[in-house]
């Protein structure tokens, strides 16, 4: 049974950071690309951030020079570093994993995610 269990989440005032962990288990981990969508009431669903099985990294424009995505296929985990946090930043962020391994068009439009997980809470305060 695959599972992808997001931490890190909380309240942060704007300005501030937080570093989101996903920890996968029951997959190949290694050979996924793994990627970060954030789900809010204002702005639906939309892509955050994306590493490939071979560690190229693609930002949402929204995100970029402010997250940082990395992957430890030792541990089975992938990061989400955010820094410069907005209070537009705020949403539920889900870790997701594509079995493809790369970064494709269709992973940004979550056509090929095969899993996700149960989602953390960032709240970023003005």
């Known amino acids: 049974q695959v599972q992808l269990v997001e931490s890190g989440g909380g309240l942060v005032q704007a300005g501030g950071s937080l570093r989101l962990s996903c920890a996968g288990s029951?997959?190949?981990?290694?050979?996924?690309?793994m990627g970060w969508f954030r789900q809010s009431p204002v702005k639906g669903r939309e892509f955050v951030a994306a590493?490939?099985?071979?560690?190229?990294?693609y930002y949402a424009e929204s995100v970029k020079g402010r997250f940082t995505m990395s992957r430890d296929n030792a541990k089975s985990t992938v990061y989400l570093q955010m820094d410069s946090l907005k209070p537009e930043d705020t949403a539920v962020y889900y870790c997701?994993?594509?079995?493809?391994?790369?970064?494709?068009?269709?992973?940004?439009?979550?056509?090929?995610?095969?899993?996700w997980g149960q989602g953390t809470q960032v709240t970023v305060s003005s």
């Open positions: 590493i490939s099985a071979s560690a190229d990294t």
């Open positions: 029951g997959l190949t981990f290694s050979s996924y690309a």
């Open positions: 997701v994993a594509d079995p493809d391994g790369r970064i494709r068009t269709e992973m940004l439009r979550a056509r090929t995610i095969d899993y």
